[in-house]
Nanobody, 114 residues
């Protein structure tokens, strides 16, 4: 099973950018399809971006054109570049395997506010 550690969150103004990172270890990372999830206060966790082992990507409509998911299999790393951030993007962001998530990491807080 993959162990996951997210980082890169913070406080950013609307319109700003952040790059999230996810360090994976403990298994054969390159074989897994991966996703970035987020959970806003009082809401269910949602899957916002996915990437297959061959780097085919998908996005939820609310982040299309603003977010970009990528991976570096040689470094066991997953990334989420977030541009044109909006207050609605405020959430704790998690990485995990898809379609069946394993153990969750601690997540990284993203707060978009002026």
């Amino acid at each position: 099973q993959v162990q996951l550690v997210e980082s890169g969150g913070g406080l950013v103004q609307p319109g700003g950018s952040l790059r999230l990172s996810c360090a994976a270890s403990g298994s054969i990372f390159s074989f897994y399809a991966m996703g970035w999830y987020r959970q806003a206060p009082g809401k269910q966790r949602e899957l916002v971006a996915t990437i297959t082992s061959s780097s085919v990507t998908t996005y939820v409509d609310s982040v299309k054109g603003r977010f970009a998911i990528s991976r570096d299999n040689a470094k066991n790393m997953l990334y989420l570049q977030m541009n044109s951030l909006k207050p609605d993007d405020t959430a704790v962001y998690y990485c995990n395997t898809i379609p069946r998530p394993g153990n969750w990491g601690q997540g990284t807080q993203v707060t978009v506010s002026s």
